[in-house]
């Protein structure tokens, strides 16, 4: 079956750095979103990924292994602003999205 | 300003009543996307319409019936609905379908509670 897998909750600190990991088993393979959503708002495309590697955009980093199934989403100078859930997503091959149930990240001061 | 909107954005409802949820994107994307959002959980594609045409029903039960009037209008025509079918339901946007590369646009979603 089709699958992904992250954490469903975690805690970091202002200013520090966190890594939000994210495994999938997709029949297939086109490509690794991640979005963002603030609590009671709309979820916000932060990320997409298609060829193994890290891609930086400012504060954000998102990282793909196709060989293991993995990948990462790295947040940089945590803000207040930061709390929210993350969610990623695998394409299939049917272009099919498959969802996790989202990571909620926790910012403390 | 997402470019996606919805309304209302909260909808209590018995089960015997009747309502509808809209959605609405002048975004000039070609696809529309109803998904359920339950606390916890992934979330689950409903129904997918291209071009004004349905596309994918993902075994959503008929008490949920959507309508696509043109490619701007989303509606999801609630009836006889169940307690567990309260949760927030959004709507989404893309400028194609089948392709990896697919950004999806979602409005803030409507939550529903059902008595």
């Known amino acids: 079956g089709q699958n992904i897998d992250q954490p469903t909750e975690m805690t970091a600190t202002e200013g520090a750095i966190v890594q939000i990991n994210c495994t999938y088993q997709?029949?297939?393979?086109?490509?690794l979103f991640w979005y963002q959503q603030h609590a009671g708002e709309a979820p916000t495309f932060l990320s997409y990924?298609?060829l193994d590697g890290l891609e930086e955009k400012g504060r954000f980093s998102s990282f793909l292994s196709r060989s293991k199934g993995y990948s990462y989403l790295l947040l940089k100078e945590l803000q207040m602003k930061d709390s929210a859930s993350y969610l990623c997503?695998?394409?299939?091959?049917?272009?099919?999205?498959?969802w996790g149930a989202g990571t909620k990240l926790i910012i403390k001061p | 300003e997402t470019g996606v909107t919805q309304t209302p954005r909260h909808l209590v409802m018995g089960m015997t009543n009747k309502k509808s949820l809209k959605c609405e994107q002048h975004?000039?994307?070609?696809?529309m996307y109803w998904y359920k959002q339950s606390a916890k959980k992934p979330l689950e594609l409903m129904f997918v319409?291209?071009?004004?045409?349905?596309?994918e029903n993902n075994s959503v039960p008929s008490r949920f019936s959507p309508e696509c009037p043109n490619s701007s209008h989303l509606f999801l025509h609630l009836h006889t609905l169940q307690p567990e079918d309260s949760a927030l339901y959004l709507c989404?946007?893309?400028?194609?379908?089948?392709?990896?590369?697919?950004?999806?646009?979602f409005g803030a979603g409507s939550r529903l509670t059902v008595l």
């Open positions: 319409y291209s071009l004004e045409e349905r596309v």
């Open positions: 997709t029949s297939g393979f086109n490509g």
């Open positions: 997503a695998g394409v299939d091959s049917n272009y099919q999205l498959i």
């Open positions: 975004l000039g994307h070609n696809a």
């Open positions: 990924n298609v």
């Open positions: 989404a946007s893309s400028q194609e379908r089948e392709t990896g590369a697919n950004v999806l646009t």
